[in-house]
């Protein structure tokens, strides 16, 4: 009887060491499609062609910048591919890029799509697969909704959290202000103006005029007469750079000198501010949250020297002074330090995990004091951004770096 | 020379092409036929999803095939009325919780009703006229979809996103793939309708309007009604393609109907061959296909590479995949003969 009894215990025991032994071997090296000893696939789909065909620069930079981190030996020795493809900027064409990504290459994750109307138009799709969709690049809050869509994250500041800061400066250095808001009438704008009325709350009423515009007018002009009719003393421009340069322009024109804030995605000092007449952007605001290549203030700023490096040797063709270049590096750094958290885990499901582990990370071309933290109930990397004045014939960036947070 | 004999002489904008040639042989047919359902049993659902997508285009080429090439009207508006059968579809099922085949009737019905109306004030033009009329539809579909007041139920910019069907009864099969049969099934039932229409007395009548408007109406030809139906019919066909297109991307948005998607609709008919309806699945494919080809050449420059591959096409086989078409048929008639 206590021999049986042994024997048993005996081959328990070898049995549970055989489980245990398979579970650290399991631990050591797991796999899902798209990730082997050798490689990781990566995809990517970007809008090469069609009406938003500049923000291709920044799937291209963040080929060069993989073709680099490969050079270098790679993540632990793995290589990544990274396969990108063109949508044209239309839904239809990203589902079935997105189909092709997945079903077909086999890729591990989908990182940083671009756009918005395309990314809505594939994440309950990647959602139903369980594949991650990992730094959608496109600035609407959806993205971050863990609970309904835990394969889903953004990656830039939202515009929400931008419309936040600006409402949190007006509050605090105008309390009297008289706010007149412009915004184009799409996801970009009606996003923008829902933050900035979350963000004055219970003081919505310092907003007293708003004024919509479409992409089709030719002109925005009459907007702005309106808008100085109502008296207002600020004025928060939430428009893309053609209708943003219109906007200051229009403003000067008629003599109307409000507080004016431009949104980040028309700060650019080439597309708006030289259009617009320098004369005429003195002492705007706007807020940012990547270094400008064209600012001469980072020429000695130790990171910013690497991502200059890394034009000149792997990305000759980019122009430092297209925030693309600039987006495309760190976004494409923040991958790579996620995968590299993967360790020799490099399932979905712990790509998730990893990318929503994220703690006061730092990519080069972040202004300093701007970290990535993500949590698993917190999908938006980007949270902060700091205020810029323009003097002369550049942003001079002013102020703490400020939290998109309403609670603080 | 008087205006009537100036128009008569004038060369005709389509060519024309006999009834009898605007159709496949039996045995070919039943080839392709063929080809289309067993296929899918043996590749992966995403080259499913794309064979799928295949036949919506084709459908929807095919609409503007009879069109222009039927009755000799031109349009670069039929992404409107894919749109508007895409968003009828997708509404539906959201909001009024339809089943998905219960909405394809009603957006053919809704676009037959859009074609119609907008055919009438298109009677007065002609040619390129009419095509720069169908054309401001088609730059203007995008923004109306966006417009405020419709907001409630298109989505605004956002669009609508589109629950994928199950297969019925249980079937063991993929979403996609019975989502191909079924788009298959109407497919065919649309095409040999369309052929029957071609062949029949309104038909006729099309390709009397389209080679000789006045000797049409000489004949008795009600050149106004058959001018506006064949209109209603190619948006109503276009309408049923754009309510399975919303249904197998899953997805509707303004940013999905734009001029683009009207002038490849008209790139695959010049392909496929004006006035020949099989030669529409030939000229889906080309829309669908060429442009990843040209994408796999290089990146930067897919839209020439894409071009100097239509070019090339127009220039060597200018009446499309017909003409391809015709020479094999030769060849096979000289081997038969030897």
């Known amino acids: 009887m206590t021999a049986v009894r042994l024997s048993l215990t005996a081959l328990a025991s070898a049995f549970a060491l055989i489980v245990t032994s398979c579970n650290v071997a399991m631990a050591q090296k797991t796999y899902d499609i798209g990730a082997s000893d050798t490689e990781i696939k990566i995809g990517n789909i970007m809008p090469y062609s069609g009406p938003a065909s500049a923000y291709g620069v920044i799937g291209k930079t963040e080929a060069a910048y993989f073709k680099m981190i490969n050079a270098a030996g790679g993540i632990r020795g793995r290589k990544i591919t990274f396969i990108s493809y063109d949508d044209g900027y239309s839904p239809p064409k990203t589902v079935e890029q997105a189909r092709k990504l997945v079903e077909s290459d086999g890729v591990l994750l989908v990182f940083n799509s671009l756009g918005t109307a395309t990314n809505a138009a594939i994440q309950k799709y990647m959602n139903e697969k369980k594949v991650p969709q990992l730094f959608v690049a496109s600035g609407a809050s959806k993205w971050n909704n863990p609970k309904e869509f835990p394969w889903t994250m953004g990656w830039q500041p939202s515009y929400q959290d931008e419309a936040h800061i600006y409402a949190k400066y007006i509050i605090k250095h105008r309390p009297d202000a008289k706010v007149a808001v412009l915004y184009q009438n799409d996801d970009f704008g009606k996003d923008y103006l829902k933050g900035l009325k979350d963000g004055f709350g219970d003081k919505a009423s310092m907003i007293v005029a708003e004024e919509s515009y479409e992409t089709s007018e030719p002109t925005i002009d009459s907007h702005i007469v309106k808008l100085k009719a109502t008296g207002a003393d600020t004025f928060i421009s939430i428009a893309t750079p053609k209708f943003a340069a219109q906007a200051i322009k229009k403003a000067a024109e008629i003599a109307w000198k409000p507080l004016q804030f431009v949104s980040n995605v028309s700060a650019s000092v080439g597309g708006v501010m030289q259009p617009s007449g320098f004369e005429n952007t003195q002492d705007i605001l706007s807020a940012a949250y990547l270094k400008d290549g064209a600012d001469p203030q980072w020429n000695n700023d130790p990171e910013m020297m690497k991502f200059l490096a890394f034009l000149k040797k792997d990305y000759p063709d980019g122009n430092r002074l297209d925030g693309a270049t600039a987006y495309g590096y760190a976004a494409a750094q923040t991958l790579v330090k996620v995968l590299e958290m993967c360790g020799d885990d490099l399932t979905r499901a712990n790509v998730m995990k990893q990318a929503a582990s994220l703690r006061g990370f730092t990519p080069d071309t972040l202004l300093p004091g701007i970290t990535i933290n993500t949590s698993p109930t917190d999908f938006a990397p980007i949270k902060q951004l700091q205020l810029m004045r323009f003097k002369g014939e550049k942003w001079e960036l002013f102020g703490d770096i400020m939290s998109g947070d309403l609670s603080n | ?338």
């Open chain 2, 1 to 338: 020379m008087s205006a009537a004999e100036e128009i008569v002489t004038e060369a005709p904008a389509v060519e024309a092409v006999p009834k009898r040639a605007m159709t496949l042989g039996y045995g070919t047919s039943l080839i392709v036929l063929a080809a289309l359902i067993v296929i899918p049993l043996f590749v992966k659902n995403f080259i499913i999803f794309q064979m799928t997508m295949l036949l919506i285009y084709a459908l929807a080429v095919m609409a503007l095939n009879i069109l222009t090439g039927g009755s000799g009207q031109f349009s670069l508006g039929q992404s409107a009325f894919y749109a508007v059968g895409a968003y009828t579809s997708a509404i539906l099922m959201e909001h009024a919780g339809m089943n998905y085949a219960l909405t394809l009737p009603i957006a053919g019905i809704v676009c037959f009703a859009f074609g119609f109306l907008f055919g009438q004030p298109a009677l007065r033009l002609s040619g390129v006229y009419l095509a720069l009329a169908t054309f401001a539809l088609a730059t203007a579909m995008p923004q109306l979809l966006k417009l405020g007041y419709f907001e409630e139920w298109t989505g605004g910019v956002q669009g609508l996103v589109v629950t994928k069907p199950d297969a019925p009864f249980g079937l063991p099969l993929s979403q996609d793939m019975w989502l191909y049969y079924f788009t298959l099934v109407i497919s065919i039932a649309i095409y040999v309708a369309s052929v029957n229409l071609l062949r029949s007395r309104s038909g006729r009548a099309f390709m009397a309007i389209r080679d000789n408007e006045i000797a049409a109406s000489a004949m008795g030809v009600d050149v106004a009604l058959y001018k506006t139906l064949a209109f209603g019919v190619s948006a109503g066909i276009t309408g049923v393609a754009g309510g399975l297109g919303a249904i197998a991307v899953q997805f509707v948005a303004p940013d999905g109907y734009t001029i683009q998607l009207a002038i490849s609709l008209f790139l695959g008919m010049v392909v496929g061959g004006v006035g020949w309806l099989p030669g529409s699945i030939v000229g889906s494919a080309f829309i669908i296909f060429v442009p990843n080809i040209a994408e796999s050449f290089s990146k930067g420059l897919s839209g020439a590479v894409f071009g100097v591959l239509l070019f090339l096409v127009i220039f060597l086989v200018p009446h499309g995949a017909r003409q391809i078409a015709i020479i094999a048929q030769q060849t096979m008639a000289k081997f038969k003969k030897n």
